[in-house]
Protein backbone atom coordinates (compact mmCIF):
# COMPACT_ATOMS: atom_id res chain seq x y z
CA UNK A 1 0.00 0.00 0.00
CA UNK A 2 1.31 3.45 -1.14
CA UNK A 3 1.69 6.20 1.74
CA UNK A 4 -0.98 8.80 1.87
CA UNK A 5 0.09 11.89 0.74
CA UNK A 6 0.36 14.65 3.09
CA UNK A 7 -2.27 17.74 1.42
CA UNK A 8 0.42 20.36 1.56
CA UNK A 9 -1.41 22.41 -1.20
CA UNK A 10 -4.19 22.33 0.71
CA UNK A 11 -2.39 24.10 3.98
CA UNK A 12 -0.83 26.33 1.66
CA UNK A 13 -4.22 27.15 0.24
CA UNK A 14 -5.30 27.40 3.82
CA UNK A 15 -2.97 29.96 5.13
CA UNK A 16 -2.87 32.23 1.84
CA UNK A 17 -6.69 32.48 2.55
CA UNK A 18 -6.02 33.76 6.20
CA UNK A 19 -3.22 35.74 4.94
CA UNK A 20 -5.74 37.60 2.72
CA UNK A 21 -8.59 37.94 5.32
CA UNK A 22 -5.83 39.93 7.65
CA UNK A 23 -4.53 41.68 5.12
CA UNK A 24 -7.61 42.97 3.35
CA UNK A 25 -9.47 42.95 6.26
CA UNK A 26 -9.03 47.14 6.44
CA UNK A 27 -9.33 49.23 3.59
CA UNK A 28 -9.11 53.10 2.91
CA UNK A 29 -12.11 54.10 1.42
CA UNK A 30 -14.57 56.30 1.78
CA UNK A 31 -17.71 55.96 4.02
CA UNK A 32 -20.11 53.21 3.84
CA UNK A 33 -23.50 53.57 6.00
CA UNK A 34 -25.67 50.65 6.74
CA UNK A 35 -27.81 52.01 8.70
CA UNK A 36 -29.36 55.50 8.72
CA UNK A 37 -28.56 58.13 11.17
CA UNK A 38 -29.98 61.75 11.63
CA UNK A 39 -27.74 63.97 10.42
CA UNK A 40 -29.44 67.13 10.77
CA UNK A 41 -33.51 68.47 11.53
CA UNK A 42 -35.12 71.90 11.25
CA UNK A 43 -35.86 73.10 14.12
CA UNK A 44 -32.79 71.75 15.22
CA UNK A 45 -32.12 69.74 18.94
CA UNK A 46 -32.43 72.25 22.05
CA UNK A 47 -33.29 75.13 20.10
CA UNK A 48 -35.57 78.14 21.33
CA UNK A 49 -37.92 79.77 18.65
CA UNK A 50 -39.92 82.62 19.17
CA UNK A 51 -42.46 81.97 16.91
CA UNK A 52 -44.18 78.10 16.49
CA UNK A 53 -42.67 76.84 13.44
CA UNK A 54 -44.93 75.43 10.61
CA UNK A 55 -43.48 71.95 10.03
CA UNK A 56 -40.23 69.97 11.47
CA UNK A 57 -38.14 68.04 9.03
CA UNK A 58 -35.37 65.41 9.25
CA UNK A 59 -32.44 64.56 7.71
CA UNK A 60 -30.46 61.59 7.11
CA UNK A 61 -27.08 60.03 5.84
CA UNK A 62 -29.12 57.83 3.44
CA UNK A 63 -32.68 57.24 2.11
CA UNK A 64 -34.91 56.01 4.57
CA UNK A 65 -39.01 54.70 4.49
CA UNK A 66 -41.73 55.38 6.92
CA UNK A 67 -45.09 55.07 8.27
CA UNK A 68 -47.89 56.74 9.45
CA UNK A 69 -46.61 57.09 13.03
CA UNK A 70 -42.48 57.06 12.23
CA UNK A 71 -42.89 60.97 13.07
CA UNK A 72 -44.33 62.14 15.78
CA UNK A 73 -44.32 65.47 17.73
CA UNK A 74 -45.79 65.89 20.83
CA UNK A 75 -46.44 68.86 23.04
CA UNK A 76 -45.60 69.15 26.70
CA UNK A 77 -48.81 68.09 27.82
CA UNK A 78 -47.99 64.33 25.74
CA UNK A 79 -50.84 65.46 23.13
CA UNK A 80 -49.56 64.74 19.56
CA UNK A 81 -49.78 67.76 17.28
CA UNK A 82 -48.53 66.90 13.47
CA UNK A 83 -52.08 65.25 12.11
CA UNK A 84 -50.77 64.04 8.86
CA UNK A 85 -48.17 61.64 8.34
CA UNK A 86 -44.65 62.27 7.36
CA UNK A 87 -43.45 62.92 3.73
CA UNK A 88 -40.41 63.09 2.20
CA UNK A 89 -39.73 66.69 1.59
CA UNK A 90 -39.18 68.12 -1.83
CA UNK A 91 -38.85 64.44 -3.06
CA UNK A 92 -35.65 63.67 -1.11
CA UNK A 93 -35.59 59.85 -0.35
CA UNK A 94 -33.66 60.67 3.03
CA UNK A 95 -35.77 63.04 3.98
CA UNK A 96 -38.77 63.23 6.65
CA UNK A 97 -41.46 66.37 7.08
CA UNK A 98 -44.14 66.26 9.12
CA UNK A 99 -47.11 69.50 9.04
CA UNK A 100 -47.68 70.83 12.20
CA UNK A 101 -51.01 72.22 14.03
CA UNK A 102 -51.66 76.02 14.01
CA UNK A 103 -51.11 77.76 16.98
CA UNK A 104 -48.89 76.11 19.21
CA UNK A 105 -48.99 76.76 22.71
CA UNK A 106 -45.61 78.26 24.18
CA UNK A 107 -43.48 75.03 25.83
CA UNK A 108 -41.16 72.36 24.54
CA UNK A 109 -42.10 69.81 22.33
CA UNK A 110 -41.15 66.20 21.55
CA UNK A 111 -39.84 65.11 18.44
CA UNK A 112 -40.13 61.06 18.38
CA UNK A 113 -38.96 59.42 15.18
CA UNK A 114 -38.59 55.80 14.08
CA UNK A 115 -37.80 54.96 10.23
CA UNK A 116 -36.63 52.24 8.05
CA UNK A 117 -33.05 52.55 7.03
CA UNK A 118 -32.03 51.48 3.23
CA UNK A 119 -30.92 48.07 4.48
CA UNK A 120 -34.09 47.67 6.04
CA UNK A 121 -33.15 47.91 9.49
CA UNK A 122 -34.76 50.23 11.66
CA UNK A 123 -33.61 53.37 14.11
CA UNK A 124 -35.24 55.12 15.85
CA UNK A 125 -34.42 58.88 18.02
CA UNK A 126 -35.82 61.95 19.80
CA UNK A 127 -34.87 65.46 20.12
CA UNK A 128 -36.60 68.51 21.45
CA UNK A 129 -37.22 71.97 20.65
CA UNK A 130 -39.17 74.37 22.68
CA UNK A 131 -41.78 77.44 21.64
CA UNK A 132 -41.23 81.02 23.52
CA UNK A 133 -39.37 79.35 26.39
CA UNK A 134 -38.48 75.74 27.46
CA UNK A 135 -40.80 74.13 29.53
CA UNK A 136 -41.67 70.47 31.33
CA UNK A 137 -42.79 68.51 29.33
CA UNK A 138 -44.95 65.01 30.10
CA UNK A 139 -43.63 63.46 26.91
CA UNK A 140 -42.60 59.42 26.88
CA UNK A 141 -40.46 58.61 24.51
CA UNK A 142 -39.02 54.69 24.32
CA UNK A 143 -35.25 54.88 24.42
CA UNK A 144 -34.67 51.66 24.17
CA UNK A 145 -32.86 49.63 20.84
CA UNK A 146 -35.88 48.15 18.61
CA UNK A 147 -34.07 44.59 18.53
CA UNK A 148 -34.37 44.57 22.53
CA UNK A 149 -38.16 44.17 22.21
CA UNK A 150 -39.80 40.65 22.19
CA UNK A 151 -40.67 40.83 18.53
CA UNK A 152 -37.28 42.09 17.86
CA UNK A 153 -35.92 38.91 19.72
CA UNK A 154 -38.50 36.93 17.87
CA UNK A 155 -37.60 38.66 14.43
CA UNK A 156 -33.68 37.89 14.52
CA UNK A 157 -34.28 34.24 15.84
CA UNK A 158 -36.96 33.23 12.90
CA UNK A 159 -34.13 35.32 10.31
CA UNK A 160 -31.43 32.90 11.67
CA UNK A 161 -33.91 29.64 10.63
CA UNK A 162 -34.41 31.59 6.94
CA UNK A 163 -30.51 31.45 6.66
CA UNK A 164 -30.66 27.72 8.03
CA UNK A 165 -33.45 26.23 5.88
CA UNK A 166 -31.63 28.33 2.84
CA UNK A 167 -28.32 26.54 3.52
CA UNK A 168 -30.29 22.94 4.08
CA UNK A 169 -32.11 23.32 0.56
CA UNK A 170 -29.11 24.83 -1.47
CA UNK A 171 -26.25 22.43 0.16
CA UNK A 172 -28.61 19.22 -0.12
CA UNK A 173 -29.11 19.94 -3.65
CA UNK A 174 -26.37 21.01 -4.67
CA UNK A 175 -24.44 17.36 -3.26
CA UNK A 176 -27.20 15.42 -5.20
CA UNK A 177 -26.08 17.55 -8.43
CA UNK A 178 -22.42 17.38 -8.14
CA UNK A 179 -21.34 14.77 -5.38
CA UNK A 180 -23.84 12.06 -5.64
CA UNK A 181 -26.98 12.43 -7.81
CA UNK A 182 -28.39 8.84 -6.99
CA UNK A 183 -28.44 10.36 -3.35
CA UNK A 184 -31.09 11.92 -3.85
CA UNK A 185 -33.03 8.64 -4.31
CA UNK A 186 -32.00 7.64 -0.44
CA UNK A 187 -34.96 8.82 2.19
CA UNK A 188 -32.99 10.78 4.56
CA UNK A 189 -32.03 13.28 1.88
CA UNK A 190 -35.34 13.72 0.77
CA UNK A 191 -36.80 14.80 4.30
CA UNK A 192 -33.48 16.86 4.30
CA UNK A 193 -34.66 18.10 1.31
CA UNK A 194 -38.28 18.87 2.12
CA UNK A 195 -36.97 20.06 5.62
CA UNK A 196 -35.02 23.23 4.28
CA UNK A 197 -37.74 23.89 1.45
CA UNK A 198 -40.62 23.84 5.10
CA UNK A 199 -38.33 25.55 7.35
CA UNK A 200 -37.54 28.45 4.44
CA UNK A 201 -41.09 28.59 3.86
CA UNK A 202 -42.36 29.15 7.68
CA UNK A 203 -39.79 31.17 8.09
CA UNK A 204 -40.66 33.69 5.13
CA UNK A 205 -44.50 33.85 5.95
CA UNK A 206 -43.06 34.47 9.85
CA UNK A 207 -41.16 37.05 8.34
CA UNK A 208 -43.51 38.61 6.59
CA UNK A 209 -45.79 38.75 9.51
CA UNK A 210 -43.76 40.25 11.74
CA UNK A 211 -41.97 43.12 9.78
CA UNK A 212 -44.85 45.25 10.30
CA UNK A 213 -44.50 45.49 13.76
CA UNK A 214 -40.89 44.91 13.42
CA UNK A 215 -40.47 48.41 11.91
CA UNK A 216 -43.30 50.32 14.18
CA UNK A 217 -42.14 48.91 17.21
CA UNK A 218 -45.76 47.36 17.59
CA UNK A 219 -46.83 44.80 19.88
CA UNK A 220 -46.84 41.23 18.57
CA UNK A 221 -50.47 40.71 18.49
CA UNK A 222 -50.62 43.11 15.63
CA UNK A 223 -48.95 40.47 13.12
CA UNK A 224 -52.21 40.09 11.83
CA UNK A 225 -53.61 43.54 11.14
CA UNK A 226 -54.17 43.62 7.18
CA UNK A 227 -53.64 47.37 6.78
CA UNK A 228 -50.11 47.24 8.22
CA UNK A 229 -49.32 43.55 6.54
CA UNK A 230 -50.77 45.54 3.03
CA UNK A 231 -48.17 48.31 4.17
CA UNK A 232 -44.99 45.77 4.51
CA UNK A 233 -45.91 44.34 1.08
CA UNK A 234 -45.15 47.27 -0.79
CA UNK A 235 -41.87 48.04 0.75
CA UNK A 236 -38.38 46.47 -0.56
CA UNK A 237 -38.34 43.82 2.62
CA UNK A 238 -41.54 43.26 2.11
CA UNK A 239 -41.14 42.90 -1.33
CA UNK A 240 -38.20 40.78 -1.15
CA UNK A 241 -40.06 38.54 1.06
CA UNK A 242 -43.17 37.64 -1.21
CA UNK A 243 -40.53 37.01 -4.42
CA UNK A 244 -38.93 34.55 -1.98
CA UNK A 245 -42.37 32.50 -1.47
CA UNK A 246 -42.85 32.71 -5.19
CA UNK A 247 -39.69 31.28 -5.96
CA UNK A 248 -39.89 28.94 -2.94
CA UNK A 249 -43.48 27.84 -5.02
CA UNK A 250 -41.44 27.47 -8.33
CA UNK A 251 -38.89 25.15 -5.91
CA UNK A 252 -41.69 23.03 -4.61
CA UNK A 253 -42.58 21.86 -8.60
CA UNK A 254 -39.11 21.65 -9.48
CA UNK A 255 -38.33 18.90 -6.48
CA UNK A 256 -41.53 17.27 -7.12
CA UNK A 257 -40.62 16.84 -10.39
CA UNK A 258 -37.09 15.19 -9.36
CA UNK A 259 -39.53 13.38 -7.13
CA UNK A 260 -41.28 11.50 -9.90
CA UNK A 261 -37.91 10.69 -11.67
CA UNK A 262 -36.27 8.70 -9.08
CA UNK A 263 -39.78 7.44 -7.66
CA UNK A 264 -39.17 3.65 -7.96
CA UNK A 265 -35.71 3.26 -6.85
CA UNK A 266 -34.95 0.77 -4.19
CA UNK A 267 -34.22 2.46 -0.90
CA UNK A 268 -31.26 -0.42 -0.31
CA UNK A 269 -29.59 0.23 -3.85
CA UNK A 270 -26.14 1.11 -3.87
CA UNK A 271 -25.97 4.84 -4.68
CA UNK A 272 -22.90 4.71 -6.15
CA UNK A 273 -24.44 2.80 -9.45
CA UNK A 274 -27.26 3.31 -11.88
CA UNK A 275 -27.50 6.98 -10.87
CA UNK A 276 -30.20 8.51 -12.84
CA UNK A 277 -29.46 11.93 -14.32
CA UNK A 278 -31.67 14.56 -13.51
CA UNK A 279 -31.24 16.40 -16.24
CA UNK A 280 -29.68 19.64 -17.57
CA UNK A 281 -32.41 21.83 -17.43
CA UNK A 282 -33.46 21.06 -14.33
CA UNK A 283 -30.02 21.67 -13.24
CA UNK A 284 -30.13 25.32 -14.55
CA UNK A 285 -33.91 25.84 -13.26
CA UNK A 286 -32.48 25.24 -9.50
CA UNK A 287 -29.33 27.20 -9.92
CA UNK A 288 -31.39 30.07 -11.34
CA UNK A 289 -33.67 29.55 -8.28
CA UNK A 290 -30.76 29.34 -5.79
CA UNK A 291 -29.42 32.76 -7.04
CA UNK A 292 -33.12 34.52 -7.23
CA UNK A 293 -33.66 32.98 -3.33
CA UNK A 294 -30.01 34.43 -3.03
CA UNK A 295 -30.82 37.43 -4.10
CA UNK A 296 -34.34 38.24 -1.86
CA UNK A 297 -31.81 38.63 0.93
CA UNK A 298 -28.95 40.73 -0.91
CA UNK A 299 -31.58 43.34 -2.13
CA UNK A 300 -32.89 44.38 0.83
CA UNK A 301 -29.87 43.90 3.74
CA UNK A 302 -26.56 45.39 4.52
CA UNK A 303 -25.13 44.74 0.65
CA UNK A 304 -28.31 47.22 -0.49
CA UNK A 305 -26.90 50.19 1.28
CA UNK A 306 -23.80 52.56 1.34
CA UNK A 307 -21.02 52.09 -1.50
CA UNK A 308 -20.38 50.07 -4.27
CA UNK A 309 -24.10 48.39 -4.20
CA UNK A 310 -23.63 47.46 -8.01
CA UNK A 311 -20.53 45.31 -6.65
CA UNK A 312 -22.03 44.51 -3.08
CA UNK A 313 -25.29 42.83 -4.16
CA UNK A 314 -23.60 40.18 -6.58
CA UNK A 315 -20.91 39.76 -3.73
CA UNK A 316 -23.59 39.10 -1.12
CA UNK A 317 -25.47 36.61 -3.39
CA UNK A 318 -22.14 34.46 -3.53
CA UNK A 319 -21.49 34.42 -0.02
CA UNK A 320 -24.99 33.03 0.78
CA UNK A 321 -24.72 30.21 -2.10
CA UNK A 322 -21.20 29.73 -0.96
CA UNK A 323 -22.75 29.31 2.46
CA UNK A 324 -25.33 26.88 1.54
CA UNK A 325 -23.35 24.74 -0.58
CA UNK A 326 -20.07 24.42 2.15
CA UNK A 327 -22.86 24.12 5.13
CA UNK A 328 -25.69 22.47 3.78
CA UNK A 329 -23.49 19.65 2.16
CA UNK A 330 -21.44 19.07 5.08
CA UNK A 331 -24.69 18.30 6.84
CA UNK A 332 -25.83 16.05 3.55
CA UNK A 333 -22.53 14.56 3.71
CA UNK A 334 -23.12 13.81 7.36
CA UNK A 335 -26.63 12.26 6.60
CA UNK A 336 -25.45 10.04 3.85
CA UNK A 337 -22.28 8.62 5.42
CA UNK A 338 -24.42 7.71 7.99
CA UNK A 339 -27.19 5.96 6.75
CA UNK A 340 -25.27 3.92 4.88
CA UNK A 341 -22.60 3.02 7.43
CA UNK A 342 -25.84 1.92 9.34
CA UNK A 343 -26.43 -0.53 6.36
CA UNK A 344 -22.96 -1.78 6.33
CA UNK A 345 -22.43 0.23 2.57
CA UNK A 346 -19.78 2.39 1.62
CA UNK A 347 -20.21 6.24 -0.37
CA UNK A 348 -18.04 5.96 -3.44
CA UNK A 349 -14.75 7.54 -2.92
CA UNK A 350 -15.12 9.55 -5.95
CA UNK A 351 -18.32 11.14 -4.60
CA UNK A 352 -16.51 12.01 -1.61
CA UNK A 353 -13.87 13.45 -3.72
CA UNK A 354 -15.98 15.58 -5.38
CA UNK A 355 -17.40 17.03 -2.04
CA UNK A 356 -14.24 17.86 -1.14
CA UNK A 357 -13.27 20.13 -4.09
CA UNK A 358 -16.82 21.89 -3.90
CA UNK A 359 -16.61 21.92 -0.15
CA UNK A 360 -13.16 23.90 -0.88
CA UNK A 361 -14.72 25.96 -3.93
CA UNK A 362 -17.28 27.44 -1.52
CA UNK A 363 -15.17 27.87 1.16
CA UNK A 364 -12.48 30.06 -1.04
CA UNK A 365 -15.52 32.18 -2.28
CA UNK A 366 -16.85 32.93 1.29
CA UNK A 367 -12.94 33.89 2.82
CA UNK A 368 -12.96 36.37 -0.86
CA UNK A 369 -16.71 37.62 -0.63
CA UNK A 370 -16.11 38.32 2.78
CA UNK A 371 -12.90 39.96 2.80
CA UNK A 372 -15.08 42.42 1.06
CA UNK A 373 -17.75 42.80 2.90
CA UNK A 374 -15.67 43.46 6.01
CA UNK A 375 -13.67 45.69 4.24
CA UNK A 376 -17.18 47.90 3.21
CA UNK A 377 -18.62 47.56 6.61
CA UNK A 378 -15.63 47.92 9.43
CA UNK A 379 -13.08 50.29 7.47
CA UNK A 380 -10.30 50.36 10.33
CA UNK A 381 -8.53 47.92 12.12
CA UNK A 382 -9.36 49.77 15.18
CA UNK A 383 -13.25 49.29 14.62
CA UNK A 384 -12.34 45.60 15.25
CA UNK A 385 -12.23 45.79 18.35
CA UNK A 386 -14.17 49.51 19.94
CA UNK A 387 -17.52 48.32 17.99
CA UNK A 388 -19.96 45.52 18.35
CA UNK A 389 -19.95 44.36 14.66
CA UNK A 390 -16.13 44.37 14.80
CA UNK A 391 -16.04 42.53 17.63
CA UNK A 392 -18.87 39.89 16.53
CA UNK A 393 -17.09 39.78 13.13
CA UNK A 394 -14.07 39.15 15.29
CA UNK A 395 -15.71 36.30 16.65
CA UNK A 396 -16.63 34.65 13.82
CA UNK A 397 -13.23 34.92 11.61
CA UNK A 398 -12.12 32.65 14.91
CA UNK A 399 -14.60 30.12 14.11
CA UNK A 400 -14.11 30.01 10.28
CA UNK A 401 -10.43 29.62 11.28
CA UNK A 402 -10.95 26.70 13.41
CA UNK A 403 -13.76 25.26 11.23
CA UNK A 404 -11.18 25.24 8.23
CA UNK A 405 -8.33 23.44 10.63
CA UNK A 406 -10.84 20.74 11.16
CA UNK A 407 -11.52 20.68 6.90
CA UNK A 408 -7.89 19.83 6.87
CA UNK A 409 -8.55 16.67 8.52
CA UNK A 410 -11.16 15.85 6.13
CA UNK A 411 -9.52 16.26 3.49
CA UNK A 412 -6.84 13.99 4.97
CA UNK A 413 -10.07 11.34 5.34
CA UNK A 414 -10.83 11.80 1.69
CA UNK A 415 -7.62 11.50 0.55
CA UNK A 416 -7.12 7.85 2.33
CA UNK A 417 -10.54 7.19 0.98
CA UNK A 418 -9.13 7.90 -2.12
CA UNK A 419 -5.64 6.05 -1.80
CA UNK A 420 -7.80 3.08 -0.84
CA UNK A 421 -10.32 2.95 -3.94
CA UNK A 422 -6.87 4.16 -6.47
CA UNK A 423 -6.93 1.46 -9.43
CA UNK A 424 -3.68 -0.71 -8.87
CA UNK A 425 -2.67 -3.01 -11.36
CA UNK A 426 -4.20 -6.01 -10.01
CA UNK A 427 -2.67 -9.46 -10.84
CA UNK A 428 -4.61 -13.00 -10.40
CA UNK A 429 -3.05 -16.46 -11.78
CA UNK A 430 -5.00 -18.48 -14.24
CA UNK A 431 -4.66 -22.08 -13.74
CA UNK A 432 -2.93 -24.55 -16.08
CA UNK A 433 -5.55 -25.15 -19.10
CA UNK A 434 -6.23 -29.10 -19.02
CA UNK A 435 -5.72 -31.32 -22.41
CA UNK A 436 -8.55 -32.45 -23.65
CA UNK A 437 -8.90 -35.38 -25.81
CA UNK A 438 -10.86 -34.50 -29.17
CA UNK A 439 -11.88 -37.13 -31.52
CA UNK A 440 -10.83 -36.55 -35.29
CA UNK A 441 -13.67 -35.37 -37.33
CA UNK A 442 -16.02 -34.54 -34.23
CA UNK A 443 -17.68 -30.97 -33.80
CA UNK A 444 -15.64 -28.21 -32.22
CA UNK A 445 -15.63 -28.18 -28.59
CA UNK A 446 -15.60 -23.86 -26.90
CA UNK A 447 -12.76 -23.14 -25.63
CA UNK A 448 -12.62 -23.39 -21.62
CA UNK A 449 -13.24 -19.15 -20.32
CA UNK A 450 -12.65 -18.09 -16.67
CA UNK A 451 -16.21 -16.87 -16.06
CA UNK A 452 -15.77 -13.84 -18.16
CA UNK A 453 -15.61 -15.82 -21.81
CA UNK A 454 -12.35 -15.47 -21.89
CA UNK A 455 -10.27 -17.72 -23.37
CA UNK A 456 -7.55 -19.45 -20.73
CA UNK A 457 -4.23 -17.96 -21.36
CA UNK A 458 -2.25 -20.88 -22.60
CA UNK A 459 0.86 -21.55 -20.73
CA UNK A 460 -0.60 -20.38 -17.18
CA UNK A 461 0.51 -17.36 -15.45
CA UNK A 462 -0.36 -14.03 -14.78
CA UNK A 463 -3.14 -11.69 -16.16
CA UNK A 464 -3.05 -8.30 -15.14
CA UNK A 465 -5.79 -5.60 -15.25
CA UNK A 466 -8.59 -8.09 -14.21
CA UNK A 467 -9.99 -7.04 -11.07
CA UNK A 468 -10.75 -9.85 -8.20
CA UNK A 469 -13.14 -9.43 -5.98
CA UNK A 470 -12.19 -6.57 -2.69
CA UNK A 471 -10.08 -7.96 0.39
CA UNK A 472 -11.59 -8.18 3.05
CA UNK A 473 -8.39 -5.64 4.77
CA UNK A 474 -9.68 -3.14 1.71
CA UNK A 475 -13.18 -3.13 2.74
CA UNK A 476 -12.54 -2.90 6.40
CA UNK A 477 -9.66 0.36 5.68
CA UNK A 478 -12.36 2.04 3.75
CA UNK A 479 -15.07 1.55 6.62
CA UNK A 480 -12.65 3.03 9.55
CA UNK A 481 -11.48 5.83 7.06
CA UNK A 482 -15.32 6.41 6.05
CA UNK A 483 -15.90 6.67 9.82
CA UNK A 484 -13.21 9.04 10.94
CA UNK A 485 -14.51 11.25 7.84
CA UNK A 486 -17.80 11.53 9.38
CA UNK A 487 -16.56 12.22 12.80
CA UNK A 488 -14.65 15.05 11.51
CA UNK A 489 -17.54 16.11 8.87
CA UNK A 490 -20.05 16.45 11.93
CA UNK A 491 -17.56 18.87 14.16
CA UNK A 492 -17.03 21.00 10.60
CA UNK A 493 -20.79 21.06 10.25
CA UNK A 494 -21.40 21.95 14.15
CA UNK A 495 -19.04 24.91 13.66
CA UNK A 496 -20.82 25.81 10.68
CA UNK A 497 -23.89 26.28 12.41
CA UNK A 498 -22.26 28.84 14.78
CA UNK A 499 -21.13 30.28 11.84
CA UNK A 500 -24.13 30.60 10.55
CA UNK A 501 -25.34 32.42 13.88
CA UNK A 502 -22.91 35.02 14.05
CA UNK A 503 -24.00 36.00 10.19
CA UNK A 504 -27.14 36.40 11.55
CA UNK A 505 -26.30 38.79 14.33
CA UNK A 506 -24.24 40.74 11.84
CA UNK A 507 -26.95 41.38 9.72
CA UNK A 508 -29.02 42.29 12.68
CA UNK A 509 -25.51 44.57 14.47
CA UNK A 510 -24.67 48.52 13.05
CA UNK A 511 -21.87 48.27 10.80
CA UNK A 512 -18.79 49.41 12.44
CA UNK A 513 -18.65 52.17 9.67
CA UNK A 514 -22.05 54.00 10.24
CA UNK A 515 -21.15 53.41 13.82
CA UNK A 516 -17.49 54.94 13.43
CA UNK A 517 -19.43 58.28 11.97
CA UNK A 518 -21.53 58.55 15.31
CA UNK A 519 -18.75 58.06 17.62
CA UNK A 520 -16.33 60.40 15.42
CA UNK A 521 -19.26 63.25 15.48
CA UNK A 522 -19.68 62.66 19.70
CA UNK A 523 -16.36 63.18 20.14
CA UNK A 524 -15.87 65.88 17.58
CA UNK A 525 -18.86 68.04 19.37
CA UNK A 526 -16.50 66.59 22.86
CA UNK A 527 -13.53 68.36 21.77
CA UNK A 528 -15.02 71.56 20.90
CA UNK A 529 -13.59 74.27 23.29
CA UNK A 530 -16.45 74.51 26.48
CA UNK A 531 -16.45 78.28 25.89
CA UNK A 532 -16.22 80.44 22.47
CA UNK A 533 -14.37 83.95 23.29
CA UNK A 534 -14.26 87.22 21.31
CA UNK A 535 -11.76 90.26 22.08
CA UNK A 536 -12.84 93.26 20.24
CA UNK A 537 -11.16 96.70 20.81
CA UNK A 538 -12.83 99.86 21.14
CA UNK A 539 -11.91 103.62 21.52
CA UNK A 540 -11.93 104.82 25.05
CA UNK A 541 -12.50 108.23 23.59
CA UNK A 542 -9.07 109.48 24.52
CA UNK A 543 -6.14 109.95 21.92
CA UNK A 544 -4.17 106.64 21.77
CA UNK A 545 -5.96 104.75 24.54
CA UNK A 546 -7.72 101.78 23.08
CA UNK A 547 -9.43 99.60 24.97
CA UNK A 548 -10.93 96.39 24.67
CA UNK A 549 -14.11 93.98 25.53
CA UNK A 550 -13.96 90.02 26.33
CA UNK A 551 -16.98 88.35 25.79
CA UNK A 552 -16.90 85.15 26.94
CA UNK A 553 -19.98 82.36 25.99
CA UNK A 554 -20.03 79.25 27.58
CA UNK A 555 -20.77 76.41 26.40
CA UNK A 556 -20.75 78.63 23.04
CA UNK A 557 -23.55 76.00 21.64
CA UNK A 558 -26.95 76.00 20.91
CA UNK A 559 -29.43 76.38 23.54
CA UNK A 560 -28.55 78.12 26.71
CA UNK A 561 -25.26 79.93 27.36
CA UNK A 562 -23.83 82.14 29.97
CA UNK A 563 -22.22 85.37 29.01
CA UNK A 564 -19.79 87.02 30.95
CA UNK A 565 -18.24 90.60 29.51
CA UNK A 566 -14.88 91.99 30.71
CA UNK A 567 -13.81 95.38 30.04
CA UNK A 568 -9.58 96.21 29.72
CA UNK A 569 -7.78 99.67 29.94
CA UNK A 570 -5.71 100.36 27.46
CA UNK A 571 -3.05 99.07 29.91
CA UNK A 572 -4.44 95.96 30.10
CA UNK A 573 -6.21 96.59 33.53
CA UNK A 574 -9.65 95.85 34.29
CA UNK A 575 -11.87 99.19 33.67
CA UNK A 576 -15.46 99.89 35.31
CA UNK A 577 -17.70 101.24 32.51
CA UNK A 578 -21.38 102.76 33.84
CA UNK A 579 -23.12 100.65 30.77
CA UNK A 580 -22.27 97.82 28.60
CA UNK A 581 -24.51 96.65 25.89
CA UNK A 582 -24.97 93.31 23.90
CA UNK A 583 -26.76 92.29 21.44
CA UNK A 584 -26.02 89.17 18.86
CA UNK A 585 -27.32 88.88 15.54
CA UNK A 586 -27.68 85.61 12.79
CA UNK A 587 -27.89 87.96 9.82
CA UNK A 588 -27.35 84.78 7.52
CA UNK A 589 -30.86 83.37 8.79
CA UNK A 590 -32.29 86.50 9.56
CA UNK A 591 -32.47 86.18 13.09
CA UNK A 592 -32.22 89.00 15.64
CA UNK A 593 -30.64 91.61 17.24
CA UNK A 594 -31.08 89.43 20.78
CA UNK A 595 -30.81 91.22 23.49
CA UNK A 596 -28.26 89.37 26.32
CA UNK A 597 -29.84 92.09 28.76
CA UNK A 598 -26.03 91.98 30.41
CA UNK A 599 -26.21 92.96 34.11
CA UNK A 600 -23.18 94.52 36.22
CA UNK A 601 -21.63 92.01 38.64
CA UNK A 602 -19.30 94.23 40.09
CA UNK A 603 -16.49 94.24 38.04
CA UNK A 604 -17.98 92.51 35.05
CA UNK A 605 -21.29 92.33 33.01
CA UNK A 606 -22.77 88.95 32.99
CA UNK A 607 -26.02 87.04 32.11
CA UNK A 608 -26.60 83.53 32.69
CA UNK A 609 -29.19 82.48 30.41
CA UNK A 610 -29.22 83.73 27.11
CA UNK A 611 -30.90 81.22 24.67
CA UNK A 612 -29.39 80.85 20.96
CA UNK A 613 -31.16 79.15 18.46
CA UNK A 614 -29.34 78.20 15.66
CA UNK A 615 -25.57 77.40 15.20
CA UNK A 616 -23.38 79.12 12.79
CA UNK A 617 -21.80 82.93 13.18
CA UNK A 618 -23.38 85.65 15.12
CA UNK A 619 -22.65 89.03 14.91
CA UNK A 620 -21.82 90.60 18.57
CA UNK A 621 -22.78 94.96 18.69
CA UNK A 622 -21.30 96.13 21.76
CA UNK A 623 -22.21 99.43 22.91
CA UNK A 624 -19.61 100.62 25.82
CA UNK A 625 -20.76 103.96 27.35
CA UNK A 626 -17.26 105.26 29.27
CA UNK A 627 -18.62 108.08 30.67
CA UNK A 628 -21.99 110.40 31.47
CA UNK A 629 -21.86 111.42 27.84
CA UNK A 630 -19.38 109.00 25.85
CA UNK A 631 -20.35 105.28 24.48
CA UNK A 632 -18.94 103.37 21.47
CA UNK A 633 -20.21 101.04 19.48
CA UNK A 634 -18.25 98.21 18.50
CA UNK A 635 -19.04 94.77 16.28
CA UNK A 636 -17.42 91.73 16.71
CA UNK A 637 -18.24 87.94 15.72
CA UNK A 638 -18.50 84.39 17.60
CA UNK A 639 -18.90 80.86 16.17
CA UNK A 640 -21.77 78.98 17.66
CA UNK A 641 -21.38 75.25 17.44
CA UNK A 642 -24.61 72.35 17.29
CA UNK A 643 -25.26 70.18 19.56
CA UNK A 644 -24.14 66.93 19.47
CA UNK A 645 -25.76 64.48 17.11
CA UNK A 646 -27.63 62.10 18.92
CA UNK A 647 -26.80 58.70 17.87
CA UNK A 648 -29.80 56.45 16.46
CA UNK A 649 -30.40 53.10 17.88
Known sequence: MRPVPRPARTSLTVLALLAAVCALLVGGAGSAFAHASLSGSDPADSTVLKEAPRQVTLTFTESVTFSEASVRVLSPENQRVNPAPAQHADGKSNT?????SDELPRGTYTVAWRVVSADGHPISGAFVFSVGKPSETAAVVPDGSSDDSAVGRLYAFIRYLAYSGLALLVGAAAFVVVCLPAAGGVRPVRRLLAAGWAVLVVSTVALLLLRGPYETAGRLTSVFDL???GRTVVGRPGTALVVRLVLLAA???LLKRCAVRLRGRDEGHDVGAGSPDLGRRLHWTGAALALGLAFTWAAAEHASAGIQVPLAVPVAV??????GVWLGGLITLVIVLRSHGTAGRTVPADAVSRFSTMAFAAVAVLVGTGVYQSWRQVGSWEALTTTSYGRTLLVKVAVVVVVLWVASFSRRWTARLLHEAAPAAETRTVPEPERVKVTVGAPDVPAATDGGGAPDAPGGGEVRGAAGPPSPDADVHRRAHQRGLRRTVAVEAA???VVLAMSTLLTGTQPSRAAGESAAAAAAAAQEPQAKVATVPFDMGTAGHQG????????????????EAVVFSADGGLATVPELRLTLTQEALGIGPIDAKLKNQKGFWA???LQLPMPGEWTLNITVRTSEIDQVTVRGSVNIAPLPRRPAV
Open 548 to 563: AVQITLAPGRVGENTV
Open 251 to 253: AAV
Open 96 to 100: ARVQL
Open 607 to 609: VYD
Open 227 to 229: AQL
Open 318 to 323: LHLLAM
Open 495 to 497: LGV
